[in-house]
């Protein structure tokens, strides 16, 4: 959904640049989360409203900062160097050997979908900023999970992704493409809502509530071969033989990662 829904959304960039893009995707999905799920705010408690609000805020940095970045470098490299915040985060959290093997794994398919060629041209503030987003993304798995524990998914989701919405639209104003929006651009950007925020979020917080953040990140490794996936399909862009490699390794990280938790947890259950 997430990379389906970039791939949409990086068509409306000529039109309505990176922050009015973001700034639509994530205002019509809060609006529609909020009358979906109808949170009761009132019953939150301070600890939770801390908590939505960093839950909200890593969601804006992770989603205008990537939107900025994919508008200066293809969506797949993208994602492939924002993936190095969950990286990072289930290397840092790993206890196990198989986990470092299994990141490390995933390491090597980020590492095959990088151009290293002189003569890639790569924007480097594209690079920098996928970097960045790549931090938030990470902060998003981790507030997530403590969010999560303390508040219903439904409002958890529906909250932050409200404070993600009244940071970034300022931006969107700012940009002063708005006034380009008309029905056609709102369908386009209504679909990349749905697909890129409304789903995916609501889908995330109940993963991060079964799932601890070291699977969760390494199985958000699946993103950069889901991109290059996308990209092929909505961008044409053909995948290259060093981009199947990668594919074959991120999804084998993410398989081996996933049956290893399962088997450590049916041990832990019959001791």
Not at 145 to 169: H, Q, R
Not at 251 to 258: E, L
Request: hydrophobic fraction near 50%; proline fraction near 5%.
């Amino acid at each position: 959904c997430v990379q389906s829904g970039a791939s949409i959304a990086k068509r409306l960039f000529p039109i309505l640049g990176p922050a009015g893009t973001s700034s639509l995707r994530i205002g019509i999905s809060a609006i529609l989360l909020f009358f979906i799920n109808r949170p009761k705010l009132p019953v939150l408690t301070r600890q939770q409203w801390l908590y939505c609000l960093l839950y909200g805020g890593c969601i804006a940095g992770m989603n205008l900062i990537f939107y900025c970045a994919i508008e200066r470098i293809p969506l797949g490299l993208g994602v492939t160097l924002e993936f190095t915040g969950p990286l990072m985060l289930a290397l840092v959290t790993s206890r196990k050997i198989t986990d470092i093997v299994w990141a490390i794994l995933a390491t090597v398919g980020i590492l095959l979908i990088v151009p290293w060629q002189s003569t890639s041209n790569v924007d480097p503030i594209g690079v920098g900023l996928a970097l960045l987003a790549g931090a938030f993304w990470a902060g998003y798995i981790l507030a997530g999970g403590k969010v999560s524990k303390v508040v219903d998914s439904k409002t958890a989701v529906s909250v932050g992704t409200c404070v993600a919405a009244l940071i970034i639209f300022p931006f969107g104003i700012m940009s002063g493409k708005l006034v380009n929006l008309n029905v056609y651009y709102f369908a386009l950007a209504f679909a990349v809502a749905v697909l890129s925020s409304a789903l995916p979020f609501t889908f995330d917080m109940i993963a991060l509530k079964k799932l601890p953040p070291k699977i969760f990140s390494v199985l958000s490794s699946l993103h950069p071969a889901i991109a290059s996936l996308s990209g092929f399909i909505f961008l044409h862009e053909i995948l290259t033989l060093n981009q199947w490699a990668s594919v074959a390794c991120v999804v084998t990280a993410s398989i081996g990662m996933t049956l290893s938790s399962r088997k450590e947890r049916r041990l832990e259950k019959k001791d």
